[in-house]
């Protein structure tokens, strides 16, 4: 189907980037934003990756230097997270609020990109709700922000051709490095096919190429400056995380690839619907966005070319990779943005389909991921999780295990001496955060089995901290034995069970455990 052409929008839309036509995408998707955070900011507390996020940027407001100091995705959101600690304190609902506003920032630029295509108001409001559902969880902003603002600065590379554009294109590249190297290297690929897509149309420029050479080099300097300026910095970026996952060859926990048909030999009795709709997904979303990619190629410089369709389709089509790598609601969501805004360029041209396409949109969004990430489930946190706790200034009402976990976390730390702290291993990074102490290890959270090495390093670094009480997780990641804490770290766990005894406590969650160690008493125990 064609795209919606300005003569058939029934309401006007301004396809220039004038202050009036960005206006509207502007608040709307600060409402959106807004709505998302005032109807959760208070509910549910992850523990490992929210905590694993949250601890980290509480380190860098202090002072402390990602990659270098404690193990963390890479710098850019811990700055921006401090940044709003800034104003509002270190505390949960604070990164809340730096997420919501780089949820703002990326829903803004998605919009703007997605509005040539909409005949009105109402279709761009549906597609801002289905792109906010599927950023969820919060933690997951900033990744899923990313793609969206990717989309806008190829449709200005297509659009315009120039030099500035080709500058700013390799700049978004280029600071993508320093929110996640991952998303450089997707958005190096999306541009690389984009330019190839510009190249066929106009002709190879070398003046082109070079002003985004020189916008990947711009956006790239802060992180140039923390190699250059923080000793140490470059140790923990390149030896101690990314030659592991070069080395490995994965960048996850893999999950086997949910197929449609994988579900229907099961009986009706035992599909999940959600499942089955993720299947769906897993094989609609390749072939629509390798489908509106031939098509872009074929239609380069002829009539029917649609550059918002091209920008979302060459942009998408890496990030399949974040997906694949582990294919469950969470990374599905940071790859569709993409799907979703050439989706909606395609919506075809009279009001009544278009209308009829944003519901099926919003329904299918609201069914799947909606219902996989609890979204429902938070404006009715009073009910499912009843048990609020304080965490710093902040009132969090979370599951009872988790309510347990904090207030034991706490109790142990009004146990510890002036400058001590506890272990929380391997899975809970958010007890440091919620109590507002420093891990005693760089390793914050591991998933992965260590070599011998790390876990003796691991050892050293409790025994220098003077470590007398660990909260142990032996959970089995995935379902997964040997993702157990005592198979992926056999002889961390050996000196454990050596020089800790295991304290019973009550209402503790399966497979979490605490121990303690008095000086020259170690204990024999097996969790």
Known sequence: MAPVRDSQRLETIPAGASAQGALFPFLLSGIIALAFFALKHGSVFNLSDEGYLWYGAQRTFAGEVPLRDFRS????????????????????VSLRVSEAFFQWLGLFLGLLAARRAASSRLELAVLGVVLALWMEPDYKYFDCAIPCAAVYAGLKLLEKADGWSSWAAGTVAGLAVFLGRNHGLYLL????????????????????????????????LPLAGMILGYPGFWEGFWSKSTLPILRSGKTNLALPLPWPWTHFHLGLESM??????????????????????????????????????????????????????????????????????????QWGCRPRA??????????????????KSDFFFYWNAKAHWPFPVELGRDVIRVPAWEAVMVKLAESVKARLPAEETFLAYPHFPGLYAACGLKSPTWEIYDLFPESREEQEQVIQEIQKARVHWAFIDNEAIDGRDDLRFQNTNPIFCAYLLSHFKRVNVPFLPPDCYLFFREAGAPAQARP
């Open 272 to 345: 999940d619907g959600a499942d089955t709709a993720l299947g769906l997904f897993t094989l609609g979303v390749p072939l629509a966005l390798l489908y509106w990619a031939f098509q872009s190629f074929r239609r380069m410089g002829k009539d029917g070319f649609d550059p918002l369709l091209a920008s979302s389709a060459l942009t998408g089509l890496p990030y399949l990779h974040y997906y694949f790598s582990r294919a469950d609601y969470e990374h599905l969501g940071v790859a569709i943005g993409p799907f979703w805004i050439a989706a909606f360029s």
């Open 189 to 220: 690929a999306a541009f690389t096919l984009l330019g190839f897509c510009l190249s066929l149309r106009d002709g190879f420029s070398g003046k082109k190429l070079g002003f985004c050479g020189f916008g990947l080099l711009c956006g790239t």
């Open 73 to 92: 995705y890479d710098p850019g959101r811990y700055y921006w997270a401090a940044l709003c600690f800034k104003f509002l304190g270190p505390g949960l």
């Open 354 to 371: 278009r209308l009829l396409a944003a519901v099926l949109a919003l329904a299918t969004t609201l069914a799947t991921a909606g219902v």
